[in-house]
């Protein structure tokens, strides 16, 4: 596991051995699904590219959108040997990115719902709040990013525990700002360490 928080990241290891029991492997593309923006599928293609598999797409509109037929029960799957390749510069974590706050071209963007960016309700962690200077863009209303951030030099995106940061990730690589970074631990991990809070 890396990193604090409620979702820390898989081992390279724990997470090859999933994805090739679920075949995945060298030459096998994804199609990742959920119910639209709960996190889940964008997690998943997040991950893929983290460790380096790249023929990885979700389903636009989740399982609701699929128009072809669909079965029921187990599915027997052949496993593959999947090995990771893990890409860098793609998280940054919360020594580095409390060191940088309010650094010129730097954009902070939290993926949760409006009354949790502004401290005005935390139904899971002890602090409420937000990291200071970020900009709210709530995973699951969002549709475009606005030019505030992709003409950003470098974004960084959190949420809670560093899944729904991803529909935010995904939708950001669509309009072209493929180099965008996770926090992957997070609110649940900053509010912890005693660092700045922004509330309003």
């Known amino acids: 596991m890396e990193g604090q928080g409620r979702h820390p990241l898989p081992s390279e290891d724990a997470f090859a051995a999933a994805a ?5 492997g060298d030459g096998t593309f994804v199609v990742a699904y959920d119910h639209g923006a709960a996190g889940g599928a964008a997690r998943l293609w997040w991950l893929l590219r983290h460790v380096g598999h790249d023929d990885v797409a979700v389903l636009r509109g989740g399982f609701d959108s699929w128009l072809g037929s669909v079965h029921a029960g187990e599915e027997a799957i052949e496993p593959r040997t999947f090995v990771p390749r893990r ?3 793609d998280t940054i974590d919360a020594d580095e990115l409390a060191g940088r706050l309010g650094e010129p071209g730097l954009v902070v963007v939290d993926a949760r719902s409006p009354e949790r960016y502004r401290g005005e309700a935390e139904p899971i962690d002890p602090v409420a709040g937000r990291i200071p200077g970020a900009v709210n863009w709530f995973h699951a209303e969002a ?3 606005s030019p505030e951030i992709t003409a950003a030099d470098e974004i960084v995106v959190y ?3 560093g899944i729904t940061a991803c529909v935010d990730l995904l939708l950001l690589a669509r309009a072209g700002r493929p180099d ?3 926090y992957p631990s997070s609110w649940s991990d900053w509010c912890r360490r005693e660092l700045p809070v922004e509330r309003g």
């Open 20 to 24: 090739g029991r679920a075949g995945i």
């Open 87 to 89: 890409r860098e510069g």
């Open 143 to 145: 549709a475009e990013p």
């Open 159 to 161: 949420c809670g525990s």
């Open 180 to 182: 965008a970074k996770l």
